[in-house]
């Protein structure tokens, strides 16, 4: 069965997709910008940036009953390649212990001007050890 984690925020209620669908196996999270999720203001710092992203996956996958140790892929986005260093410090601080495979790093534009990073995970579903 397939089940979705939603939000109110921009951009997922704005253009019409999920947050994460869960899909046992595996949570899928749609990919996650660094805005602060308190304000949902972006910060100008691209390290900022990403440790708001991860804060936003850590919440999005305890909410999807898994977790940031779940994790078996990350895809990295950037809009330009000076960022590559800092981002890529911020997630080795954030998934050192965890390896997860990884698509580093994807230089593209993103939705808004505003976004430096963005980062995309897939995790295994917690509920789905029981299998």
């Given at each position: 069965m397939r089940?979705?984690?939603?939000t109110t925020q921009s951009p997922e209620a704005e253009f019409g997709f999920a947050r994460a669908v869960i899909q046992d196996p595996f949570v899928f999270l749609s990919c996650v910008y660094g805005y602060d999720p308190e304000s949902m203001t972006m910060p100008e710092d691209v390290t900022q940036q990403?440790?708001?992203?991860?804060d936003s996956i850590a919440?999005?996958?305890?909410?999807?009953?898994?977790?940031?140790?779940?994790?078996?892929?990350?895809?990295?986005?950037v809009t330009d390649p000076a960022y590559g260093e800092p981002v890529l410090d911020a997630c080795a601080r954030r998934m050192a212990d965890i390896l997860p495979a990884s698509t580093l790093m994807v230089v593209s534009g993103?939705?808004?001007?505003?976004?430096?990073?963005?980062?995309e995970v897939t995790a295994m579903w917690s509920l789905a050890r029981e299998w």
């Open positions: 089940r979705f984690i939603t990403t440790c708001n992203c991860w919440a999005t996958l305890q909410s999807a009953e898994s977790a940031l140790e779940e994790i078996v892929k990350a895809r990295i986005y993103l939705m808004r001007p505003e976004m430096k990073v963005g980062i």
